[in-house]
């Protein structure tokens, strides 16, 4: 899973360079003059947009862990991009893992083009600046031209990545049932994940994994949690 989950990682990136920045150069080249974009893939679920001023270098890195929690409804209901494709009805409101990667790719480039323009603040990031940039993205046919290099090149790598449709239950649970340091599961079956609460949120708790799933951290949402026996 973690191989594959870099593999998706490299694809992305490979698709943010071709798709996203190269018809953007022009542009970008008036407003920030020699800048560059290098795009990796880490080891963790840290996902995010940095420019290092010095080298006047774009980074963008997109965490493996966050590329396989976006694999399944139970971890990826707590990423700001499930909440922005289902609220802002990009691609149509619908989640899978095609649709989230491939929007995961236009957030962080929205980010690169916000801090190109100068409307990235300290406290304000996701601001209104942010969010017209995207949504342009995505009334452009941007974020539909990611979304099919995604498939293909997917498809041509030989690697898995869904587009089938997933819901996401509204939680309906109140986080008062359960307790820091309770030990729970989620998901189903041999897919299911055992873990240790270690923060309770208002719609998700953060569960620790264990056993097989020892050091990666998850968001989960309260009617997916079951009390470990």
């Known amino acids: 899973m973690k191989t594959r989950a870099r593999h998706l990682g490299d694809l992305m990136c490979d698709t943010t360079l071709s798709v996203l920045w190269q018809p953007a150069s022009h542009w970008l080249a008036e407003r920030k003059p020699g800048s560059e974009l290098r795009c990796r893939t880490g080891s963790g679920q840290a996902t995010y947009h940095r420019f290092d001023p010095q080298q006047n270098r774009h980074l963008i890195t997109y965490g493996a862990r966050m590329i396989e929690a976006k694999q399944r409804p139970d971890t990826a209901h707590g990423w700001l991009s499930s909440r922005e494709i289902v609220k802002r009805g990009y691609f149509g409101g619908e989640l899978s893992p095609l649709n989230l990667l491939a929007h995961t790719c236009c957030h962080e480039f929205a980010h ?41 090149g997917a498809r041509s790598r030989g690697l898995e990545l869904s587009d089938t449709v997933f819901s996401i239950p509204e939680p309906s649970v109140e986080p008062l049932s359960w307790q820091v340091g309770e030990c729970v599961s989620f998901g189903k079956g041999q897919e299911a994940i055992q873990g240790k609460i270690t923060r309770i949120n208002r719609k998700t708790c953060t569960v620790d994994g264990t056993g097989r799933a020892r050091g990666i951290r998850y968001r989960v949402p309260y009617p997916m949690l079951r009390r470990a026996g």
């Open 112 to 152: 690169l083009l916000q801090h190109t323009d100068g409307k990235r603040f300290r406290g304000s990031v996701h601001n209104r600046h942010f969010y017209r940039i995207l949504d342009e993205l995505h009334a452009s046919g941007g974020a539909d031209e990611t979304r099919e290099a995604l498939r293909s």
